[in-house]
């Protein structure tokens, strides 16, 4: 079993800067695949960034691909999305999520565990 948290949210300026974070539970944080997923009003939920489990491999959507950078920390059980260049079409609520399959997925459904979301809001 994996709990995350996420934290890091706000509102920020287009143009400006977010560094989110997920805390995860669990003495196996370092086996998971780490996702950010986004979902915003009436859309549904979509892949942002995924780093994988055994070589730290990064994937991304193309429309954050540049401005956003996903990492983590194994010591400390933390995923973190550094987002720079924030358009107004980045507000969503941000999701973690983990991944037990051998391989990058991009869709939720291949997320095992999920944190309860933290709200990204760019103003223009």
């Known amino acids: 079993q994996v709990q995350l948290v996420e934290s890091g949210g706000g509102l920020v300026q287009a143009g400006g800067s977010l560094r989110l974070s997920c805390a995860a539970s669990?003495?196996?944080?370092?086996?998971?695949?780490m996702g950010w997923f986004r979902q915003a009003p009436g859309k549904e939920r979509e892949f942002v960034a995924a780093?994988?489990?055994?070589?730290?491999?990064?994937y991304y959507t193309d429309s954050v691909k540049g401005r956003f950078t996903i990492s983590r920390d194994n010591a400390k059980n933390t995923v973190y999305l550094q987002m720079n260049n924030l358009k107004p079409e980045d507000t969503a609520v941000y999701y973690c999520?983990?991944?037990?399959?051998?391989?990058?997925?991009?869709?939720?459904?291949?997320?095992?565990?999920w944190g309860q979301g933290t709200q990204v809001t760019v103003s223009s």
């Open positions: 669990g003495r196996t944080f370092s086996s998971y695949t």
């Open positions: 999520a983990a991944s037990g399959y051998w391989r990058i997925y991009y869709s939720p459904g291949h997320y095992n565990y």
């Open positions: 780093i994988s489990w055994n070589d730290g491999s990064t």
